[in-house]
C-alpha cells in the first residue's frame, strides 16, 4: 500500500483497537450518546495499516480503546508495528503487568516529551486503587515512561495524588466531560440542540474495524466514515467538511482549550464555522 502521510496540521493519532473494558463507568466518555458495536480487525491488517503511516517522532500512534489490552492481538501489533514508529498507550491499568513486561522493553514506549507514553486513566469509583498501585509502580520502577490522569467527577483525590508523588510516578487530573460539566470552545456544540456546520478536523482517528472518522462522535456511533486504514488511496481531510451532527458532539471533541502534543494549552480537536 502507499504511504499515508499524517498531514502537519493533525495533532494526534488514535488506533482504537477495540471498545471492550473491564470497566462499565456510568460516565463513560465513549458512551456518550451511543457506542456502536464495531467487529475487530485481526492483528495482521492494524500491522499493515498502522506500517504505513508517515508521522513523526513527537506525533506517536497512541494504542487505545476501550481498553487495549483486552485486544488478544495487542503484542502481536506492538511487535509488529516498525520500530521507527513511535507507540504510546492509553489505558486503565487494569492489565497483568508482570506479562506487559515480559513483552515490551521500556524503551518501545519511551520519547523525549513533556507526558508519559504509557497513560493510565483513573476511574473514580471502578479503579481498583491498589492494583492501579501496584501497576504503575512496577512500570515506573522498571524503566517505562508512565503516568496517571485522574477524572475529576467530584470526589477527593487527595490520597491518590498523596501516594503517586510519593511513589514518584507523574499524576494530573483530568476534567470531566459530560455536557453539563467541562470546559468547551463551542458550548453550543453538548447542548443537543441538532444544527449544521462545517467542521475541519485535526486527529487521525481508527475504529476497531480499521474504519477512518474526523471526530470522536462520529466514531463512537459508527457514522460518516471517509475512508479505511487499509485503502489504497487515502486522503486524510485537511479542510471544512458539512456536518448536521452539530449539537450532539463528543465532549472531548469540543473541549478546549486543552493540551496540544507539546503540552501548550491552546488546542481544540476540531475547528467548526458557520453554525446554523
Known sequence: MKPLRVPDAYNYISAFLTFACQFDCHYCINK????????????ADWIR????????????????????????????????????????????????????????????????AKYASIRISYHPGYTD?????????????????????????GVSLDDLFDDFDWLGVDIRKKEYLDGD?????????????????????????????????RCHADLYRGINSYGHILDEEVALPTYFLPCDEFGFCNPCDVKGPKYDRFQNKIHCSVEIKEIK
Open 49 to 112: 495499516g498502522l506500517n504505513r503511516i508517515e508521522t513523526v517522532e513527537d506525533r506517536p500512534i497512541t494504542l487505545t480503546g476501550g481498553e487495549p489490552t483486552l485486544y488478544k492481538g495487542l503484542y502481536d501489533v506492538l511487535d509488529g508495528i516498525d520500530p521507527m514508529i513511535t507507540v504510546d498507550l492509553l489505558t486503565n491499568g487494569a492489565f497483568d503487568v508482570e506479562e506487559f513486561m515480559r513483552k515490551i522493553p521500556p524503551g518501545r514506549m519511551k520519547r523525549d
Open 32 to 43: 456518550y450518546g451511543s457506542l456502536n458495536n464495531y467487529h475487530g480487525m485481526p492483528a
Open 181 to 213: 460539566h467541562g470546559t468547551y470552545k463551542y458550548p453550543a456544540a453538548v447542548e443537543g440542540k441538532r444544527k449544521s456546520c462545517m467542521c475541519k478536523p485535526s486527529e487521525l482517528l481508527i475504529a476497531p474495524d480499521g474504519r477512518l472518522f
Open 129 to 153: 486503587k491498589n492494583k492501579l498501585e501496584h501497576v504503575a509502580s512496577t512500570l515506573h520502577k522498571n524503566g517505562y515512561s508512565v503516568g496517571i490522569w485522574a477524572i475529576d467527577t
